[in-house]
């Protein structure tokens, strides 16, 4: 269960806006929130020497230390009714911003980084990363994103659930971000106000005829959509047959083809073919395999698109981080010899569960 919350705060309005959402999920499951200050050590722009590098107690140290920690009161005052009667702590760390928060994540035991990403230029995304993009790779908890220019989750409301979309391609580490997606979904609304939808989204390959064309098979159409069809409907039975979902919260799926994954993901989130505005997603949750380097450049990463291109909230889980209480070792296990292995259809061809 997500008990243990941690908010790296970056000196930013949109970021603070992440201490509402952990505010309700640490009062909802009594948990804790730990808000972070890091401090960029040496600061940009000053030249790193023997005493801005290795000397934390230097003048300059000193000043951005206090500097961090008026801040941080600042910030938790300005959201004291949210924070009310919560367990608090306030934390300032010197070092690389990504590789600090991790760090700081495992001395905590967090469950749950809940941070910001923002819009970055694409010289410095190229470069560096965004704070979001390395979370997703390195991140020893799982993540719970806002953009900065999107909506916070909304907190329950009469008459429109919080809808989860829960994209799923078939593999154990897919399906990895089941129950933590399920148990935040418990926090954030109560069942009858909770909707989970199962998507998957099926890429039909085309042949060439002897014109040049490209064309698809209708009848191998057909039968992805009828196997991913019959695979939904079994995570959806064995989701009430473990309980792993309250009886009350509505559960649907859906079954699109398209070869951009995330792009469909995206599409079907936003409900832009729905006649009905109010039919679009609230938070999309999905697994990753956090894959580095060069694989991670020749596949491409659902995840990674998804952060670059969606301003929804996005629940992401690395296997292997979950929190006490969401698997089991057996599925670990299992889910990381799945890793080692991609998931191959009969004929050979790798499913989009390698781009996560």
């Not at 000043?63 to 919560?86: G, K, S």
């Not at 980084?113 to 993009?133: D, E, N, Y």
């Not at 629940?315 to 191959?344: H, K, M, N, Y």
Request: hydrophobic share 45%; with cysteine; aromatic share 4%.
């Amino acid at each position: 269960m997500f008990r243990r919350m941690l908010v790296p705060l970056d000196g930013t309005p949109a970021a603070e806006r992440a201490l509402l959402i952990a505010a309700h999920l640490a009062r909802v499951a009594q948990g804790s929130v730990t808000v972070l200050r890091v401090i960029e050590w040496p600061p940009p722009g000053v030249l790193a020497d023997s005493s801005t590098l290795f000397d934390p107690s230097s003048s300059l140290a000193e000043y951005e230390l206090a500097r961090a920690r008026r801040y941080l009161d600042e910030t938790v005052q300005n959201y004291a009714q949210a924070l009310e009667h919560l367990p608090v702590e306030q934390e300032v760390a010197f070092g690389p911003p990504a590789a600090t928060v991790f760090s700081a994540a495992r001395l905590e035991q967090t469950d749950l980084i809940i941070l910001c990403t923002h819009t970055a230029s694409r010289l410095k995304r190229w470069f560096v990363g965004s704070m979001a993009q390395q979370a997703v790779r390195r991140s020893p908890a799982p993540l719970l994103v806002f953009h900065e220019q999107g909506p916070l989750l909304p907190f329950p409301r009469p008459g429109r659930p919080l809808r989860l979309l829960l994209p799923l391609d078939g593999s154990l580490t897919a399906e990895a971000a089941l129950k933590p997606a399920l148990q935040l979904l418990s926090l954030l609304a109560p069942p009858e106000l909770s909707l989970v939808q199962l998507l998957s989204v099926i890429d039909v390959p085309d042949y060439r005829t002897l014109g040049g064309a490209r064309l698809s098979d209708p009848g191998l159409h057909e039968q992805l959509q009828e196997e991913a069809r019959s695979y939904l409907e079994g995570v959806m039975q064995r989701m009430r047959q473990e309980q792993l979902v309250d009886p009350a919260v509505t559960i649907t799926s859906a079954v699109i083809a398209g070869s951009d994954v995330p792009g469909v993901i995206l599409k079907h989130a936003a409900a832009e073919d729905a006649q009905d505005p109010a039919q679009h997603f609230d938070l999309i949750a999905l697994a990753t395999h956090g894959r580095r380097g060069l694989a991670r450049l020749l596949s491409g990463s659902v995840t990674e698109r998804l952060l670059t291109s969606s301003v929804l909230p996005l629940f992401i889980v690395r296997p292997g981080t979950l929190p006490e209480g969401a698997g089991t070792e057996e599925e670990s296990a299992s889910q990381t010899e799945e890793r080692q292995t991609p998931a191959a259809d009969e004929s050979g061809a790798l499913g989009w569960t390698g781009l996560l």
